[in-house]
């Protein structure tokens, strides 16, 4: 059953990732941009992105980002259900919201420390072609693509280098997916007590 819920978890998040990777480039231009603004606003970015580098530049980083959604999400509905198996005894039987929230929690945080590198090699290829509005930022790094991201990374930083930025990344993991979880809970036992009791 728990290999069932990585199966799904990591497809259902890989659908949603392709749909809205476009924004998630754009969030990333919009935060990596300083001063003077390279897009004034949304349809501004949309449109200069596409006359300057293609419609393919909407989906730079795909790759690492696919690589890393299916374990990630996989592994959070993995580990959520054996962590709540395993505090699911009776004294937290009348606790399932805190049981939910602490069981999320520890889910997204394992989750989101064996795959953050991923995320990383996506964000670093996303600002790609991007290098002119980063330079008072310091030095400017392009790569070929996911492999030499990498390597990259790897020979010039080192592996400490993969975890750059882990640490607000864990304590946002912990937070959204212990809500995430704890409000999927409330809101299915919320809907099966109506239907019991029209």
């Given at each position: 059953m728990?290999?069932?819920h990585f199966l799904c978890g990591g497809l259902a998040a890989c659908s949603a990732t392709v749909a809205c990777q476009p924004l998630d480039t754009l969030r990333t231009r919009f935060a990596a941009q300083g001063e003077p603004k390279v897009y004034r606003t949304l349809r501004h970015a949309v449109v200069t992105m596409y006359r300057q580098e293609?419609?393919?530049?909407?989906?730079?980083?795909?790759?690492?980002t696919l690589v890393a959604v299916f374990p990630y999400a996989g592994l959070q509905f993995f580990f959520y259900n054996i962590f709540k198996k395993l505090l699911d005894n009776d004294s937290t039987k009348s606790k399932g919201g805190l049981q939910s929230l602490l069981s999320g929690s520890a889910a997204g945080v394992i989750s989101k420390t064996l795959t953050y590198p991923f995320d990383l090699f996506k964000k670093r290829l996303q600002v790609g072609g991007f290098e002119q509005a980063r330079m008072h930022f310091g030095q400017v790094r392009t790569y070929r693509g996911f492999v030499d991201c990498a390597m990259r990374i790897l020979k010039e930083e080192g592996l400490r280098g993969f975890f750059k930025g882990l640490s607000p990344s864990l304590l946002k993991a912990a937070v959204s997916t212990g809500l995430t979880f704890f409000w999927y809970e409330f809101f299915t036992s919320a809907i099966a007590n109506l239907k019991s009791h029209p």
């Open positions: 728990a290999g069932v293609g419609a393919l530049t909407f989906y730079r980083g795909l790759t690492p």
